[in-house]
């Protein structure tokens, strides 16, 4: 809704896990026996919404879990098939798979970039076994870095890392370790969050026990701030609260989230966007195979408000290095909100959490801190 060209991304949520992270809210199943007939169901929901984009092109096309490394390449090249014939997919697209370490064997990965794979994210975490076992990861330290410098060599180069920062009982050291590695590998991306504890979650059921501690907010600020010195230091740029690339490389399709670009989001649980609503698929892989083959309701949408429009654009754009503009909030909301706007940031004149460069307003270091306050300030409820 705020970007003039007519592009638009696809998101394909892939369910299945092998085993759960004890951090994660994402949904997800280990009922690995559905994974025949929701890739049906799939390729069937794509097909029945080949106009939800409008004939707008395809310029990425994300596949996210879930662990949509679990599928086989072949059957990852099923679902392509099916969107490059149901969509007009640009020919330089980028072509993302979230995986596990474990799951990016040599043979993997070359038959992943025979069907189409450009991009990799490599659900990494942390660099320590004793962090990963915490988390029920099911992969080693060292297997990630062999997942990262085999997938290099089987001619992937557009790699990015996961890591997460705030676990508990990370050291400064660990964490410095951590970066350290991540630096040394050939990855052009990384994507660092600050572990939340989601309810319903191992994590925050042991939390609330008492059996697990968080981490002190000194220590995450301290953390965070590692993060971006040592980013810096080897050229990375932080484009967005959370994630950091080097030689331009961004992630093309959650920067097009962000800049308000048209989205379909395919499988359970996704989310779609096409600048008037907002759609969501039914969180439950049965229910939603079922629906597909039954020809029954799978989602629920909303139709957005103008305030809606416009708490979209704070609340995405401010995430960004490319920040708010006052100029481009009267012409796209009007001047009442341009003002709401301008009222609302003044109470921040002399709090050194945002710079101003070329009419765009974008929040500084210390403003990264305290950016839940902030946005909560700049929107309208």
């Known amino acids: 809704m705020f970007s003039a060209s007519v592009m638009a991304g696809i998101y394909i949520h892939i369910p299945f896990c092998r085993q759960k992270c004890y951090y994660c809210d994402f949904y997800k199943t280990v009922n690995i026996s559905l994974q025949q007939n929701f890739i049906e169901a799939l390729k069937n929901e794509a097909k029945i919404r080949k106009?939800?984009?409008?004939?707008?092109?395809v310029e990425t096309i994300y596949f996210g879990g879930g662990t949509p490394s679990v599928l086989t390449a072949a059957e990852l090249a099923d679902i392509l098939q099916v969107i490059n014939h149901e969509f007009k997919v640009s020919s330089g697209a980028e072509i993302t798979l979230e995986a596990n370490p474990d799951d990016l064997t040599p043979a993997y990965l070359a038959a992943l970039k025979s069907v189409g794979f450009n991009r990799l994210s490599i659900g990494i975490q942390a660099f320590q076994n004793r962090h990963l076992q915490q988390m029920n990861r099911r992969h080693s330290a060292g297997q990630a870095v062999d997942a990262i410098i085999n997938a290099f060599n089987a001619g992937i180069s557009n790699l990015s890392a996961d890591l997460i920062?705030?676990?508990?009982?990370?050291?400064?050291?660990?964490?410095?370790?951590?970066?350290?590695?991540?630096?040394?590998?050939?990855?052009?991306?990384?994507?660092?969050?600050?572990?939340?504890?989601?309810?319903?979650?191992?994590?925050?059921?042991?939390?609330?026990?008492?059996?697990?501690?968080?981490?002190?907010?000194?220590?995450?600020?301290?953390?965070?701030?590692?993060?971006?010195?040592?980013?810096?230091?080897?050229?990375?740029e932080h484009y967005e609260i959370s994630n950091l690339a080097k030689d331009k490389l961004y992630s093309r399709h959650n920067t097009a989230y962000?800049?308000?670009?048209s989205y379909l989001g395919l499988g359970p649980s996704a989310h779609s966007f096409n600048g008037a609503s907002r759609?969501?698929?039914?969180?439950?892989v049965e229910t939603y195979i079922k629906a597909l083959k039954n020809n029954e309701n799978y989602f629920e949408e909303e139709k957005l408000s103008e305030n809606d429009k416009y708490n979209e654009y704070i609340l995405t754009r401010i995430r960004t290095k490319w920040g708010i503009s006052q100029t481009e909030i009267q012409q796209l909301f009007g001047a009442e909100k341009a003002q709401h706007f301008a009222q609302q940031i003044a109470k921040y004149k002399h709090a050194q959490v945002f710079k101003a460069n070329r009419q765009k307003i974008t929040l500084t270091r210390k403003g990264l801190f305290i950016s839940d306050e902030i946005m909560a300030d700049l929107i309208i409820i």
Request: charged share 20%.
């Open 51 to 57: 106009n939800y984009l409008n004939n707008e092109t």
């Open 165 to 236: 920062y705030g676990l508990p009982a990370l050291s400064e050291t660990e964490w410095k370790e951590s970066l350290k590695q991540v630096f040394q590998l050939p990855v052009k991306h990384l994507s660092a969050y600050h572990l939340t504890y989601h309810e319903g979650t191992a994590f925050y059921t042991w939390l609330k026990k008492g059996t697990l501690k968080e981490l002190k907010e000194n220590d995450s600020v301290a953390q965070f701030n590692l993060l971006l010195d040592m980013a810096i230091a080897n050229n990375f």
């Open 279 to 284: 759609r969501w698929n039914v969180s439950h």
């Open 258 to 261: 962000w800049m308000g670009t």
